[in-house]
């Protein structure tokens, strides 16, 4: 370890017994996590931190900061090709390191209360991640809203983030123009679930169920085994493709979970499907969605992901070109890149992955949505979750009188009484 850097964002940890006041002189970024547990090292050779990422920062940066040797972060980022987590800090994420003896022990992200990637040294030849998601508490809310200027505007007054909104107009977009068709007088009705660790919010929102009013025209949408249907169990998003290619390639390495490397031994899951492939082939988007990511990693080589909905993602890896930047909007079918050899490979294929609510699946055989209509026993369940969502969002305005619109009141009483959850 260096000397300290009192101005830096990231300003270099001192060990607590060196300084007088360890508050006076950490930034309140950078904070002492809690005490060292592990038994082998004494707590003066051990320093665990953490640390909010902001706005510019890099990861080769705060190694940087931290002391630590490009090696480690290379460690690091050999075992995140499995997972991909560390592009994915944001301001806002909670980084958090564990140093033994200016060697990095674990990199912690905790990208929200409810979700978490820790790196782990094993071995001199690296490090393990271990993905940790919990489920948490979900609350239901039923929030109600008159148009009054627009549903943007009355949406958040009557509590909605500016992420649910974004959500709802996108889905409703092929059923309503938001600018043409909605009147004054209007309304709205929104079912959602509110993520929570120990009564903590974690930021995750469900919506499950809109109803609206649009040029006194009634329009809804419910939410079922991870896609948004119409009151006759339509689905309003497109199917996928099975395969991000035309033609036929052949698999040559599927995917395993469970994976370890032949020779350390170091837990390596294969989250995706390898298709052997010449570069140069067109890939194609697998279905509509935005480009989240076009990253070019050491290992992974240069990739593509493209978010879905809220609950599907899909990856490219070791393309020679993309042919899309990031939150562009593409279509299935749409060519997106061409495959190569970047990145960490034994030879050129496309290396593809599927995943559903943030895990990944086996893309060849996992149900994956296709169906435009819902039937048969899918049907019969959606009808009765459809009278479920139906009568929670009729239940409070029946209590409170047909034409109220009484929303944070009814909201406060959901929060506070756990029977309506
Ligand atoms: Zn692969």
């Not at 039937?375 to 009765?384: L, M, N």
Request: aromatic content about 8%; cysteine-free.
């Amino acid at each position: 370890m260096s000397a300290t850097g009192e101005s830096v964002r990231i300003a270099l940890p001192l060990p607590l017994d060196e300084i007088d006041d360890a508050a006076e002189l950490i930034p309140e970024a950078l904070v002492p996590a809690q005490a060292h547990k592990g038994g082998s090292g004494r707590i003066d050779e051990s320093r665990m931190w953490g640390y909010e990422i902001q706005p510019d920062d890099t990861l080769t940066g705060i190694f940087t900061k931290l002391g630590l040797p490009i090696q480690d972060l290379y460690q690091v980022l050999e075992a995140d090709e499995n997972v991909l987590a560390l592009d994915n800090i944001k301001p806002g994420v909670e980084l958090l390191v564990d140093i033994e003896n200016d060697q990095l022990q674990t990199l912690e992200l905790r990208f929200s209360p409810a979700h978490k990637v820790a790196y782990q040294r094993k071995q001199d030849a690296g490090f393990e991640f271990k993905e940790t998601i919990l489920p948490g508490t979900w609350k239901e809310i039923a929030l109600v809203g008159e148009i009054g200027r627009s549903f943007s505007l009355d949406a958040a007054a009557e509590g909605l983030d500016a992420r649910d909104v974004h959500l709802i107009t996108r889905l409703l977009k092929e059923k309503i123009n938001f600018r043409r068709d909605i009147r004054k007088g209007d309304s709205f009705e929104v079912l959602l679930s509110r993520q929570y660790i120990e009564d903590e919010p974690t930021g995750e929102t469900k919506i499950e169920a809109v109803r609206m009013l649009a040029n006194r025209s009634p329009v809804s949408i419910f939410y079922y085994d991870g896609s948004y249907y119409d009151e006759k169990g339509r689905s309003l998003s497109k199917a996928f493709l099975r395969y991000p290619f035309g033609g036929s390639y052949r698999v040559s390495s599927g995917f395993n979970p469970k994976r370890h490397h032949p020779v350390t031994g170091l837990f390596r899951p294969h989250n995706g499907t390898d298709f052997s492939m010449r570069t140069g082939t067109p890939i194609l988007a697998s279905g509509d969605g935005v480009v989240s990511r076009v990253v070019d990693h050491k290992y992974a080589g240069l990739y593509v992901e493209i978010k879905h909905s809220e609950r599907y993602t899909t990856r490219y890896l070791h393309l020679s070109k993309s042919m899309v930047r990031k939150g562009q909007r593409v279509s299935r079918g749409q060519k997106i890149a061409l495959s190569g050899a970047s990145g960490r490979v034994t030879g050129p294929h496309l290396h593809y992955e599927f995943h559903i609510a943030g895990r990944p699946v086996d893309a060849v055989k996992a149900a994956i949505p296709i169906t435009k209509q819902l039937e048969g026993k899918s049907r019969k369940e959606f009808d009765a979750l459809l009278r479920q969502y139906m009568a929670r969002l009729d239940a409070p305005r029946e209590q409170e009188g047909a034409d109220e619109m009484l929303i944070s009141r009814r909201q406060d009483q959901s929060m506070d009484n756990p029977s309506t959850l």
